[in-house]
């Protein structure tokens, strides 16, 4: 490795992903470690950083990918072999898989219905594989217009409640639910079937 290269890694002072300021650790023989409240914990080799130095657009795929190790307490270590697949698994999400990513968080960090769960557009938006700040706010918008989502508190924009209507559509009620339920919602539907039962 050259000199001129092992100046600039000594002067690296915030996440090589998103720009954030973040703890780094140089002490690892083969990888520096980053621990970004965006990108989640994670490795990188020399070779990656440079890599990444060199292609500003591929980062925000690549933090996803990091983000959601991180959250599933798996921490990955970048290199120049598996950067580009890893981020390519967050490259072409669709809008509809984004919003409901959203809403499978809120549903694993729901202990109760109603419960009030911290979720920051600014900082969070690598879980949901969004581009940017500005599009997680925009997806979580929707969903709130929809009545997906509940925002508690109007004056606090960083807690978030999953609605009754978003519970539904993560976990349709089947048969054998809420007696009654069902005939309430459709009674022509279940006065066929059961005719049709006779």
């Not at 100046?7 to 980053?34: H, M, N, Q, Y």
């Not at 621990?35 to 690549?62: H, L, M, P």
């Not at 769960?117 to 217009?145: H, Q, R």
Request: net charge positive; hydrophobic share 40%; proline share 5%.
């Amino acid at each position: 490795m050259n000199a001129g290269l092992m100046d600039s890694l000594d002067k690296i002072t915030v996440c090589e992903l998103c720009g954030r300021p973040a703890k780094i650790d140089r002490t690892a023989p083969i990888a520096i470690r980053f621990k970004c409240d965006v990108c989640g914990e994670f490795s990188a080799t020399v070779e990656a950083v440079r890599a990444f130095q060199q292609n500003w657009e591929i980062r925000v795929y690549v933090s996803a990918a990091t983000r959601q190790a991180s959250a599933r307490r798996k921490p990955i270590t970048l290199g120049i072999d598996n950067y580009l697949a890893l981020a390519e698994e967050h490259r072409w999400t669709s809008v509809q898989a984004k919003a409901r990513k959203i809403l499978e968080y809120l549903r694993d960090k729901s202990e109760s219905f109603g419960q009030k769960v911290p979720l920051s557009n600014d900082i969070d938006y690598p879980l949901f594989d969004a581009v940017s700040p500005g599009e997680c706010w925009d997806l979580m918008s929707t969903l709130k217009e929809r009545n997906h989502i509940v925002q508690p508190f109007k004056a606090d924009t960083k807690q978030w409640s999953l609605a009754m209507d978003g519970w539904d559509i993560l976990e349709p009620l089947q048969a054998g639910g809420i007696p009654g339920l069902f005939w309430r919602r459709t009674p022509g539907l279940c006065r066929r079937a059961a005719k049709a039962l006779q």
